[in-house]
């Protein structure tokens, strides 16, 4: 047998913080053993968790490996102005007007990553190349 992914793991600098962001971003639950302070913290995502490790250097540069979210029941746009509203950033808007394209956005500690649309909308697009 093959292996599978457990965890996508990401250093931070406050695990618990980071994933109850994460927690809502995803509306997905944090380990029941998780409190504020411990020094690493679980979204248990369906499929793969997501998992925090507290590390004591800064982010600094580019992420060399990011999440695309895929927003399942509000459209892309929508999804972009929650998660504004949960505290992200807007890093780089890539948004046409024919409704293509994805918004790069940042975490609560400047991790990068992505929304794309809905799979509704690509569906609506689906002759745009």
């Known amino acids: 047998m093959t292996s599978l992914i457990r965890h996508i793991t990401i250093d931070c600098a406050d695990a618990f913080a980071l994933a109850t962001f994460w927690s809502k971003v995803l509306d997905a639950p944090l380990s029941d053993e998780d409190n504020p302070g411990d020094p690493e913290a679980l979204v248990e995502a369906p499929g793969v968790g997501v998992l925090f490790i507290q590390v004591p250097e800064a982010k600094s540069v580019k992420n060399r490996v990011h999440l695309d979210l895929q927003p399942q029941d509000r459209s892309r746009d929508e999804e972009v102005e929650r998660l504004l509203e949960l505290g992200a ?14 918004a790069l956005m940042a975490d609560i500690e400047g991790n990068e990553f992505c929304v794309e649309r809905s799979a509704a909308e690509r569906e609506k697009t689906s002759w745009v190349q």
Do not use: M, S, Y
């Open 89 to 102: 950033a807007l890093v780089a808007d890539h948004r046409k007007p024919d409704g293509t394209g994805w």
